[in-house]
């Protein structure tokens, strides 16, 4: 029997509620799947950890601040403002902030 690929993609709200439900959303697949016990509590944990990095790790609340004091410096309309990703976040640490820029000359 020919194995054929299918891909699932869920967008969730950065917020630690929806932690549990990345996981058990996770798990249902997982077992719907037909992956060994042993296999979805590794893959639930998986994804839990990761779902807590992306919320834990980078979710900084005062981003609106911080735009608010480049203000002088950097118009509010030409400033974009973006997610850190799970991997940025778990190596920076919580509520990190970055700031880049771009000379145009």
């Known amino acids: 029997m020919a194995m054929t690929e299918q891909r699932v993609s869920y967008t969730l709200d950065s917020s630690l509620e929806t932690i549990d439900n990345a996981e058990e959303k996770a798990t ?3 077992t ?3 992956f060994a ?3 979805i509590m590794q893959i639930s944990m998986a994804v ?7 919320v834990l790790h980078g979710n900084a ?4 601040e911080l735009v608010d004091l480049l203000d ?3 118009p509010r309309d030409e400033v974009i403002t973006g997610i850190v990703g799970p991997v940025i976040g778990t190596h920076a ?3 990190v902030i970055g700031v880049t820029y ?3 000359r």
């Open 28 to 30: 249902r697949i997982a």
């Open 32 to 34: 719907e799947l037909g």
């Open 37 to 39: 016990d042993d296999e």
């Open 48 to 54: 839990r950890e990761g779902a807590v990095n992306a």
């Open 61 to 64: 609340p005062d981003v609106d």
């Open 72 to 74: 002088p410096v950097f």
């Open 93 to 95: 640490g919580p509520r």
């Open 102 to 104: 771009q000379v145009v």
